[in-house]
């Protein structure tokens, strides 16, 4: 488990990454992108930048991962800039489909109620 200093270097930057992005104005027509969380590595040296991108296809998605990656040297130097750490980490970027995973299963929880909704007596005995 990561001491309260990584966990701090990890908030800080997280925010820092989110707040570029949008900054360069990486949110691109009808999808989401947020940074969901940074892990650092204990040397500073590395870290890997979890985005999550909510809307459009596979293949936009993939293409805004792409344009992140091709963007990270300016996302570090404006970091760096930004941010005093003892190195500036080198960024990697990874899609995290957690959240979409996390929307899937409650469409189909959703799914499942509205095929056999909940009949009274079962209501009835959860409260009872």
């Given at each position: 488990?990561?001491?309260?200093?990584?966990?701090?270097?990890?908030?800080?930057?997280?925010?820092?990454?989110?707040?570029?992005?949008?900054?360069?104005?990486?949110?691109?027509?009808?999808?989401?992108?947020?940074?969901?969380?940074?892990?650092?590595?204990?040397?500073?040296?590395?870290?890997?930048?979890?985005?999550?991108?909510?809307?459009?296809?596979?293949?936009?998605q993939?293409?805004?991962?792409?344009?992140?990656?091709?963007?990270?040297?300016e996302?570090?130097?404006?970091?760096?800039?930004?941010?005093?750490?003892?190195?500036?980490?080198?960024?990697?970027?990874?899609?995290?489909?957690?959240?979409?995973?996390?929307?899937?299963?409650?469409?189909?929880?959703?799914?499942?109620?509205?095929?056999?909704?909940?009949?009274?007596?079962?209501?009835?005995?959860?409260?009872?």
């Amino acid at each position: 488990m990561p001491n309260k200093r990584m966990l701090r270097v990890n908030e800080l930057l997280k925010r820092e990454i989110a707040d570029l992005l949008e900054r360069m104005d990486v949110n691109h027509a009808n999808c989401l992108i947020s940074v969901c969380e940074v892990d650092v590595s204990p040397d500073l040296r590395r870290a890997k930048v979890h985005v999550s991108i909510l809307g459009g296809d596979a293949d936009f998605q993939e293409e805004v991962m792409k344009h992140l990656r091709r963007h990270r040297v300016e996302v570090q130097n404006k970091m760096a800039r930004d941010i005093k750490l003892k190195y500036t980490p080198i960024l990697e970027f990874t899609k995290d489909s957690r959240i979409e995973e996390g929307d899937r299963v409650l469409a189909l929880l959703e799914e499942i109620e509205r095929k056999n909704p909940p009949s009274a007596t079962t209501d009835k005995q959860l409260t009872d």
